[in-house]
């Protein structure tokens, strides 16, 4: 678990706010470095896809912290709030997007999704 948590924080993570930084920076998509990291993001993709193999939460049989550590991101890929202008958020969902390849991926989110959450009173 500490395994997958440092490599999603200190290198998963490392892709989106890069884009998002270049982005907010005025850099180009297209340069190489960009290109390089949006490529990385995307490919992480099949990461989880196998990650999810055999299992319906990415390393336990029940919902787990890698689960938690994880969703708040990847939950982007399947839908972002039309008034959300937060690039980083704008970068998760134009990169994370599951594709036909990730039925697995697809489906451990909307289980995420389906969890309850902590609410907060905004009275």
């Given at each position: 678990?500490?395994?997958?948590?440092?490599?999603?924080?200190?290198?998963?993570?490392?892709?989106?706010?890069?884009?998002?930084?270049?982005?907010?920076?005025g850099r180009d998509a297209t340069e190489p470095q960009m290109?390089?990291?949006?490529?990385?993001?995307?490919?992480?993709?099949?990461?989880?896809?196998?990650?999810?193999?055999?299992?319906?939460?990415?390393?336990?049989?029940?919902?787990?912290?890698?689960?938690?550590?994880?969703?708040?991101?990847?939950?982007?890929?399947?839908?972002?709030?039309?008034?959300?202008?937060?690039?980083?958020?704008?970068?998760?969902?134009?990169?994370?997007?599951?594709?036909?390849?990730?039925?697995?991926?697809?489906?451990?989110?909307?289980?995420?999704?389906?969890?309850?959450?902590?609410?907060?009173?905004?009275?």
């Amino acid at each position: 678990m500490l395994v997958f948590l440092d490599w999603f924080d200190f290198v998963w993570k490392r892709a989106p706010n890069r884009l998002a930084g270049g982005r907010d920076a005025g850099r180009d998509a297209t340069e190489p470095q960009m290109a390089a990291w949006a490529a990385g993001l995307r490919g992480s993709l099949d990461r989880f896809e196998r990650l999810l193999a055999d299992r319906d939460f990415l390393l336990t049989p029940s919902v787990g912290v890698a689960d938690l550590a994880a969703f708040p991101f990847l939950r982007y890929g399947v839908g972002l709030d039309s008034e959300d202008e937060e690039t980083f958020h704008r970068i998760l969902a134009e990169h994370l997007r599951p594709e036909r390849q990730h039925p697995r991926l697809r489906a451990w989110t909307a289980r995420c999704d389906a969890l309850p959450r902590a609410g907060i009173d905004q009275s």
